[in-house]
């Protein structure tokens, strides 16, 4: 059988930034990845509620990764009740009929170093490869002295996926941009530019529908309202 390198790169994506791409353009040219699933997800455990409804973030995901060979947006979470865990997002994939090995579960630095608060951590380890990409000021060179108990299982892109017979942790340095979904929430709340922060199409997306914009302290901005759209995406699955 043909080993397959399949990417996945999960998160809230409210919105998704550069620094959400920057990741995904790093693990795809050290892995040589033949696909990669952008999946934003339902509502995260460990996280408040999105700001942006699942329309609107499954829309900025679709926008960023058109004309990008070999990505694609999937709504395999928005589909399934929340919450949205890692656990069961890999699952399915196996259940697709993807080994643990074809499987590279994307994650930066900085949130790896809290996957020991995960659902079924240390188990979900073996459901997949988790290549890990550096972050402004997390570096993944800082993980094995940060995470001793986990550095036996930690490698790098030099070591060829196809001769890892078991699911490990490929830590990958590269640079990425220093942005947040919640810089620019914030940029977007003080009516500053986002400009270079997100993709030009998602840029535009996010004013046109005036998303994290309001006018009412205290109050959401106006894509929480109620979106007949969004009805496509909360259906269980």
Known sequence: ????????????????????????????????????????????????????????????????????????????????????????????????????TELFFLIGADAFAEIESWKDYPALLGYSHFAVVSRPGHPVQSLPVQMPHLARLMTNPAVGPETLDTPSIILIDASTADVSSTAIRELRSQGRPIAGHVDVKVQQHIEQHGLYTSSIPGRRAMDQQPDPAAGRLHGKG
């Open 1 to 100: 059988m043909t080993h397959r390198r399949i990417g996945i790169l999960g998160g809230t994506f409210d919105p998704i930034h550069r620094g959400h791409v920057d990741v995904g353009t790093a693990a795809e040219a050290a892995l040589s990845l033949d696909r990669l699933f952008v999946i934003p997800s339902q509502a995260p455990p460990h996280r408040p509620a999105p700001h942006a409804s699942s329309f609107h973030r499954f829309a900025m995901v679709a926008l960023t990764v058109a004309g990008r060979a070999g990505w694609r947006a999937s709504d395999l979470e928005l589909r399934t009740s929340p919450p949205s865990y890692t656990t069961s997002t890999l699952k399915q994939f196996h259940v697709r009929g993807y080994r643990p």
